[in-house]
């Protein structure tokens, strides 16, 4: 079956980095687009980035723009989130997703917080 395992996350000061490993089975990764979310308490679960089964296209909301970085290899099944700068605005659970033949898929989520 589908698994998706988040790791990575942790507590980092302002303007620290993180890199979120989502490691996954069950399916053909190479040739499914991926995508990481967060989740902020009391807010809607929103796109942080997203990449191209190959991985030659990528997109990212504009709060991350220039700080975020979304990369995957695909000879490891994995898909990455590396985090820069961060801000505590920042502060979530980040959960990697796929959508595979109409059925929605999502981590079990890797909580990140940005505070002093």
């Known amino acids: 079956q589908v698994q998706f395992v988040e790791s990575g996350g942790g507590l980092v000061p302002p303007g620290g980095s993180l890199r979120l490993s989502c490691a996954t089975s069950g399916f053909s990764f190479s040739s499914i687009a991926m995508s990481w979310y967060r989740q902020a308490p009391g807010k809607e679960r929103e796109l942080v980035a997203a990449?191209?089964?190959?991985?030659?296209?990528?997109n990212y909301a504009d709060s991350v723009k220039g700080r975020f970085t979304i990369s995957r290899d695909n000879a490891k099944n994995t898909v990455y989130l590396q985090m820069a700068k961060l801000k505590p605005e920042d502060t979530a659970v980040y959960y990697c997703?796929?959508?595979?033949?109409?059925?929605?898929?999502w981590g079990q989520g890797t909580q990140v917080t940005v505070s002093s």
């Open positions: 997703y796929a959508h595979i033949f109409s059925n929605k898929y």
């Open positions: 990449i191209s089964s190959a991985g030659g296209s990528t």
